[in-house]
């Protein structure tokens, strides 16, 4: 009987902090890059594909055309311009709807910018309201970044009250007061990033399951490649939230795919609708040194607290593993938390939860890979990191084994 209860308390202890982790569930937001419709001229009013207006002074504005900061993902960014001294008015743009858990919280991200194309018709100034359905998140004003700065982030946690809604962004008309010189007013969006929380003292990731890119070509479907970028033409596209080193690769590529990509299938994306990956060839480098990384800033750690970090990770698919990189490595502050010289690829996607220890409120989290003989790819889905919970229950644990023991 001691024998058992010292088992029984042994494995309730265990069990504590060995509970399952719930994931991330993120909502899928239809064209959330506003990458469609593709190649509109600059600053031209047209729909834009899963959003609706209730005016016609909105569209997407392409590669290059933005006058300012850089573009938070891929190629086109979204403007909502507003014109006149009505103060109150507004105009807005709505995705199409989308559910809800009404019991569970939810974060929502995003990327906002103004148009800098300061005139005595114009001003570089925005107000600006983000709602979900009946949840009002707040009104927020901001300016233009500025060439060569990024756009302006921000995350917002609620707890949805209906189980339909839309996302809407509403850019609210200025009065002569305002500042700036004219009536126009332009706003500018991208990277919307929609998903269920899965603790309620998560630490934010920016675009943690890589959804904020949007489909992959008309349906979804397609490569989804974000860059092509040979160390003499780099084209500079870009992933929100996430930043890419090539590696010195002439070759390498990343970009966020579905189940009908050839970099992912015949495995599945673990979770939402995309999850990244990246591909490089040269068969020089093969194990080298040279290693392509994919690299965050995780901010409002606490020093010397100790965190979870999970994700899922994969290989290229391939016969006999020809497509495994070598040398899969994960870095927070430096330091490696895990490695593999060869990462075989596997059906389902590998899962795996590290720890780590805090040294500062911010800290660089680094995957990478180096190249295998055929070219190769790293592939990663649903990224989360959370504090290590505190082991409330194991003292009353050891008591009532004490108590057992004495009986």
């Given at each position: 009987m001691k024998t058992l209860s010292i088992l029984v308390a042994a494995v309730l202890v265990l069990a504590l902090f060995a509970l399952?982790?719930?994931?991330?569930?993120?909502?899928?937001?239809?064209?959330?890059?506003?990458?469609?419709?593709?190649?509109?001229?600059?600053?031209?009013?047209?729909?834009?594909?899963?959003?609706?207006?209730?005016?016609?002074?909105?569209?997407?504005c392409g590669s290059g055309q933005a006058d300012n900061g850089n573009r938070p993902d891929k190629?086109?960014?979204?403007?909502i311009d507003t014109f006149g001294t009505v103060t109150g008015g507004y105009v807005q743009i709505r995705s199409a709807s989308l559910a809800f858990d009404t019991n569970q919280e939810y974060c929502l991200q995003l990327w906002l910018n103004a148009r800098e194309n300061l005139s005595a018709y114009s001003t570089n100034f925005c107000i600006y309201a983000i709602y979900v359905g009946q949840n009002f998140l707040g009104t927020y004003t901001n300016s233009a970044v500025g060439i060569g700065?990024?756009?302006?982030?921000?995350?917002?946690?609620?707890?949805?009250?209906?189980?339909?809604?839309?996302?809407?962004?509403?850019?609210?008309?200025?009065?002569?007061?305002?500042?700036?010189?004219g009536t126009l007013s332009c706003?500018?969006?991208?990277?919307?990033?929609?998903?269920?929380?899965?603790?309620?003292?998560?630490?934010?990731?920016?675009?943690?399951?890589?959804?904020?890119?949007?489909?992959?070509?008309?349906?979804?479907?397609?490569?989804?490649?974000?860059?092509?970028?040979?160390?003499?033409a780099p084209i500079n596209d870009v992933m929100a939230g996430w930043t890419y080193y090539d590696g010195g690769y002439n070759s390498a590529t990343f970009g966020t795919g579905t189940n009908s990509n050839p970099y992912i299938a015949p495995a599945s994306v673990p979770e939402g609708q995309s999850a990244f990956f990246d591909?490089?060839?040269?068969?020089?480098?093969?194990?080298s040194g040279?290693?392509?990384?994919?690299?965050?800033?995780i901010e409002g750690l606490t020093p010397s607290e100790v965190y979870n970090l999970s994700y899922n990770y994969n290989a290229r698919p391939g016969m006999n593993n020809i497509y495994s990189p070598s040398n899969f490595?994960?870095?927070?502050?430096?330091?490696?938390?895990?490695?593999?010289?060869?990462?075989?690829?596997?059906?389902?996607?590998?899962?795996?939860?590290?720890?780590?220890?805090?040294?500062?409120?911010?800290?660089?989290?680094?995957?990478?890979?180096?190249?295998?003989?055929?070219?190769?790819?790293?592939?990663?889905d649903d990224v989360e990191v959370w504090p290590v919970p505190e082991p409330v229950l194991l003292l009353p644990l050891l008591l009532l084994c004490s108590l057992k023991l004495k009986s």
């Open positions: 399952p982790a719930h994931a991330l569930q993120s909502v899928y937001v239809p064209n959330a890059s506003f990458e469609w419709p593709a190649n509109n001229p600059a600053w031209t009013y047209s729909a834009i594909t899963g959003w609706d207006s209730n005016s016609y002074t909105v569209g997407v190629t086109q960014v979204a403007f700065n990024p756009y302006y982030f921000r995350s917002f946690v609620f707890k949805p009250l209906f189980p339909a809604a839309r996302v809407v962004i509403r850019n609210i008309r200025l009065d002569d007061s305002a500042p700036g010189t706003l500018l969006v991208d990277a919307v990033c929609l998903y269920q929380r899965s603790r309620p003292n998560e630490i934010l990731v920016r675009n943690p399951s890589f959804e904020a890119s949007g489909e992959q070509g008309p349906g979804g479907g397609g490569m989804g490649l974000i860059n092509v970028s040979p160390a003499w591909n490089k060839s040269e068969q020089w480098y093969v194990n040279r290693q392509t990384m994919l690299k965050q800033t490595s994960v870095k927070i502050g430096g330091v490696e938390v895990q490695r593999q010289d060869f990462l075989p690829w596997s059906m389902p996607f590998y899962f795996t939860t590290v720890t780590f220890a805090a040294d500062w409120t911010s800290m660089d989290l680094v995957f990478g890979t180096s190249n295998s003989v055929d070219g190769s790819s790293m592939l990663l």
